[in-house]
């Protein structure tokens, strides 16, 4: 009889050639009879790949930038055809998050990326008519960083959550649009917002009755590849330490891309200013 507490494992992988390389790993670690490698993307994946309603669990890792950013929720949705009533999806919880910061020094950065097109006079060419879509372009770009705690208006705990349950939704569509409003905790001092980091956890709940494990990529915890995202404001917002800070923010599937689009509008509920971001493509 077989001893292994897991009689079968399907792993898909859309790369042929990693699709090889794990099949040989599995096969050399004597788990060859419990491991079949599937060299498909999942949504290829058919009943005669794997029987309707056949497997216990769903361990997915397509995870992106801000989560979303290529497509995996629609996939993991799809893949419960193939899961048993009561089966887990894992991880089965997450929550996207968003702090606001202030760093004059990124915008200026930013802005000195752009000089060249200030040129009147380049080969006797005048390009400053580029100027604007240059500038709107600079603004429109995924800016990748790892972000330390104290560069934040607020601590990462702090910071309002969008929750999203991975587990139950049943048709993929559901995950192509995304819409929520954000509120956020007053701050310990007046500021100039320039823009907001975005970044996301996850909870592998259902396992057992214990604390479920959490993956996190705030800021201040261990580095992950998807580091933080920089979303910079179109331009910047002032609010005093106790002005009401609300944010609208979209996630819009793009599916040419195989990515989000993101933008956000900001409001001081105090002041009544406003201010924006994006639509910032989450493939950059």
Same mark, same amino acid.
């Given at each position: 009889?077989?001893?292994?507490?897991?009689?079968?494992?399907?792993?898909?992988?859309?790369?042929?050639?990693?699709?090889?390389?794990?099949?040989?790993?599995?096969?050399?670690?004597?788990?060859?009879?419990?491991?079949?490698?599937?060299?498909? #993307?999942?949504?290829?994946?058919?009943?005669?790949?794997?029987?309707?309603?056949?497997?216990?669990?769903?361990?997915?890792?397509?995870?992106? #930038?801000?989560?979303?950013?290529?497509?995996?929720?629609?996939?993991? &949705?799809?893949?419960? *055809?193939?899961?048993?009533?009561?089966?887990?999806?894992?991880?089965?919880?997450?929550?996207?998050?968003?702090?606001?910061?202030? =760093?004059?020094?990124? !915008?200026?950065?930013?802005?000195?990326? #752009?000089?060249?097109?200030?040129?009147?006079?380049?080969?006797?060419?005048?390009?400053?008519?580029?100027?604007?879509?240059?500038?709107?372009?600079?603004?429109?770009?995924?800016?990748?960083?790892?972000?330390?705690?104290?560069?934040?208006?607020?601590?990462?705990?702090?910071?309002?959550?969008?929750?999203?349950?991975?587990?139950?939704?049943?048709?993929?569509?559901?995950?192509?649009?995304?819409?929520?409003?954000?509120?956020?905790?007053?701050?310990?001092?007046?500021?100039?917002? =320039?823009?907001?980091?975005?970044?996301?956890?996850?909870?592998?709940?259902?396992?057992? !009755?214990?604390?479920?494990?959490?993956?996190? &990529?705030?800021? !201040?915890?261990?580095?992950?590849?998807?580091?933080?995202?920089?979303?910079?404001?179109? *331009?910047?917002?002032?609010?005093?330490?106790?002005?009401?800070?609300?944010?609208?923010?979209?996630?819009?599937?793009?599916?040419?891309?195989?990515?989000?689009?993101?933008?956000?509008?900001?409001?001081?509920?105090?002041?009544?200013?406003?201010?924006?971001?994006?639509?910032?493509?989450?493939?950059?």
């Amino acid at each position: 009889p077989d001893s292994s507490p897991v009689a079968k494992v399907y792993a898909i992988e859309g790369s042929p050639e990693i699709a090889r390389v794990a099949s040989r790993l599995s096969r050399s670690n004597g788990f060859g009879r419990q491991v079949e490698v599937i060299p498909k #993307h999942l949504e290829d994946i058919t009943e005669e790949d794997i029987p309707l309603q056949s497997v216990d669990v769903i361990v997915s890792e397509l995870f992106a #930038h801000f989560l979303v950013g290529e497509v995996g929720l629609q996939v993991v &949705t799809e893949a419960k *055809k193939f899961l048993k009533p009561g089966g887990l999806v894992l991880p089965s919880q997450a929550w996207l998050k968003l702090a606001p910061f202030e =760093d004059p020094e990124l !915008g200026a950065e930013l802005r000195r990326r #752009h000089t060249f097109w200030q040129n009147k006079d380049f080969m006797g060419f005048d390009l400053t008519a580029a100027l604007p879509f240059v500038e709107e372009q600079v603004l429109q770009e995924l800016i990748l960083d790892l972000v330390t705690p104290d560069q934040l208006l607020m601590s990462a705990e702090e910071a309002p959550a969008e929750y999203l349950d991975l587990a139950v939704p049943e048709n993929p569509d559901q995950w192509n649009r995304l819409n929520f409003t954000l509120s956020f905790p007053t701050r310990s001092r007046d500021a100039l917002i =320039d823009g907001f980091c975005g970044w996301w956890d996850v909870s592998f709940a259902g396992c057992d !009755g214990r604390e479920p494990p959490v993956l996190s &990529t705030a800021p !201040g915890v261990p580095s992950t590849v998807w580091a933080q995202c920089r979303f910079l404001l179109h *331009k910047p917002l002032s609010v005093a330490a106790n002005d009401k800070l609300q944010a609208e923010c979209q996630l819009k599937c793009n599916k040419e891309r195989e990515s989000y689009s993101f933008q956000m509008k900001v409001q001081n509920k105090t002041s009544r200013k406003e201010a924006s971001c994006g639509p910032i493509e989450l493939s950059n």
